[in-house]
């Protein structure tokens, strides 16, 4: 066992999972239209992991089997570098408009597991389990079959003030209603899985905003279950994959990664499968301090810089196309772009030249830099999405379709839609990848997620101010104070 081919990927997924999509059950989320092209994408992904163009820098072996690079325990600032290294090649294949890349769930698998110790200060000992080992298991079955995992942390909104207060509302949020000695039943819904559907697991962890009161008791547990476990089911947003060509929609055609929101319906989870049980405080601990919340926002800055650095070639080549390149006032508008993506290469390159050795004996990059770049990316990313819209402005509209090449006004299209420094169809392509980008449903679908993606910018930002080193800082203010 170990890293899997695209066939078996797919294969994989044929199975008694209940998806829905468009009113209706979804069949078979290999064929189903609407799906089936980003699972087809994501199976082409995990067979370069097999090629020999990749083998060597995408995996490791052990044990005499090849795993995912990302399920390797880092144990020195090279393993870290490898790591990163491998996550911004897998983030490339899609310019970051895959986002949710089967590397992403490893990493955090991957820490939990090392730091599994951590599972085992859990209060309730009356469990039939023993958290820390569930997670090791979990660890070796997880890279031993190369599960692509998704995740739901949030429960539905349904009251905004209870939620401030970090407690949820029983009328929709994921809660326990029992166990039993093959383990503990949950009722209630999870927002949001994205590549949920074409996924083979879920884990289902806590959000770290829960308040450690005895109401949340039944609100605090982590597990991970099959996505054809019976009793779960999965509604999808509708689709931005519309059936069109990969050159009408060279992004949605190919990268569209699906979210669900995600029922559970008397859902068993096996006790094996259980890794927090009612303990809202080890829960919201759990993260931050196994540093699988570390581990995750290093594997989303190198694909993060894989996908400023795409928009940076985009907003080069529009320009070009238009020869507005030579114009000071353009130049400065995607000089900007690049200075976000040189902001950060190098958070990055900071995070990784620090890394450092945890309590759990792992290495991981070090937390500021990549703190920053995941507080900086939300709030820039619609910035340069901005830049996009400005410089392309109505040539994101002048984008007939692929058929109109072949139709009876193609001497139109082929005349009316040149550039000064480009063929008609090669401008057509070029701005209708600009309108993907930018404007279409996958476009704007991709700003909401980068906004959002490791949950609300203020809560965030206020985490990051809370764990800055200020103290030193404000000494200087207070010292210059006292001279005067
Ligand atoms: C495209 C997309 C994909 C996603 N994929 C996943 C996924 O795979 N797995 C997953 O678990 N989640 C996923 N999410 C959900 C994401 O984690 C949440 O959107 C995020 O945590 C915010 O929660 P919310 O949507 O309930 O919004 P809210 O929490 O309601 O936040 C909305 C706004 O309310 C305000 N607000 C919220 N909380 C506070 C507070 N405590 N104090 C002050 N103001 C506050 C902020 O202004 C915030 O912008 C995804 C979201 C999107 C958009």
Redesign the pocket.
């Known amino acids: 066992m170990g890293i899997k081919t695209g066939a078996q990927y797919l294969a994989s997924l044929q199975d008694s999972r209940s998806v829905w999509l468009r009113g209706k059950q979804v069949e078979d989320v290999t064929t189903e239209p609407g799906i089936a092209n980003g699972v087809r994408t994501l199976a082409g992904f995990l067979d370069r992991q097999q090629s020999p163009e990749y083998k060597n820098s995408l995996t490791y072996q052990e044990d005499g089997e090849t795993f995912s690079m990302s399920f390797l325990k880092p144990r020195s600032v090279e393993d870290v570098q490898r790591r990163g290294a491998a996550y911004y090649a897998w983030a490339k294949w899609s310019n970051g408009m895959f986002?949710?890349t089967p590397d992403y769930k490893n990493a955090s698998v991957m820490a939990f597991a090392g730091a599994a110790e951590f599972l085992n200060e859990n209060r309730d000992n009356q469990a039939p389990t023993n958290f820390a080992r569930n997670m090791e298991s979990y660890y070796e079955e997880a890279r031993g079959n190369d599960y692509v995992l998704?995740?739901?942390?949030?429960?539905?909104?349904f009251n905004?003030a209870l939620?401030?207060e970090?407690l949820s509302s029983p009328e929709v949020a994921l809660r326990l209603i029992g166990e039993n000695s093959r383990g503990i039943v949950v009722s209630g819904a999870?927002?949001?899985?994205?590549?949920?559907p074409s996924a083979n697991e879920i884990e289902v962890?806590p959000?770290t905003?829960l308040k450690a009161s005895e109401e949340n008791i039944p609100y605090a547990f982590a597990f991970s279950i099959p996505i054809a476990t019976p009793g779960l089911r999965m509604i999808c947003r509708d689709s931005y994959e519309h059936g069109k060509s990969t050159f009408d929609a060279p992004l949605a055609a190919r990268f569209e990664e699906m979210?669900a929101v995600v029922i559970f319906d008397r859902v068993e989870v096996p006790w094996e499968r259980v890794f927090m049980y009612k303990d809202p405080l080890l829960c919201n601990r759990a993260f931050a301090e196994t540093n699988a919340v570390v581990h995750m926002m290093h594997q989303v800055a190198c694909g993060k810089l894989a996908k400023v650095e795409f928009i940076v070639g985009l907003l080069c080549a529009m320009a070009h196309a238009s020869g507005k390149d030579k114009d000071m006032a353009v130049k400065g508008q995607i000089a900007e772009t690049m200075w976000v993506a040189e902001t950060v290469r190098a958070l990055l390159f900071s995070a990784e030249a620090h890394a450092e050795q945890d309590k759990w004996g792992l290495f991981h990059a070090a937390r500021r830099p990549l703190d920053t770049a995941r507080n900086l990316f939300p709030r820039l990313y619609p910035k340069l999405i901005e830049t996009v819209h400005m410089l392309g402005s109505s040539s994101l509209m002048a984008t007939p379709c692929e058929a109109d090449f072949n139709g009876d006004i193609a001497q139109d299209v082929e005349r009316y839609f040149q550039l000064t420094n480009m063929h008609s169809r090669d401008r057509v392509a070029l701005f209708r990848l600009a309108h993907d980008v930018a404007v279409s449903g996958f476009g704007n679908?991709?700003v909401?997620?980068e906004?959002?993606?490791?949950?609300?910018?203020?809560?965030m930002a206020?985490i990051y101010y809370d764990l800055y080193n200020k103290d030193e800082m404000i000494d200087r203010v207070n010292e210059t104070l006292k001279g005067l």
Not at 190 to 196: D, E, I, K
Not at 451 to 459: A, I, L, Y
């Open positions: 986002g949710r998704t995740h739901t942390l949030v429960n539905p909104q905004a939620a401030k970090g999870r927002l949001l899985a994205t590549l949920g962890f959000s905003l979210d679908r991709q909401l997620y906004r959002f993606f490791f949950g609300p910018q203020n809560v206020s």
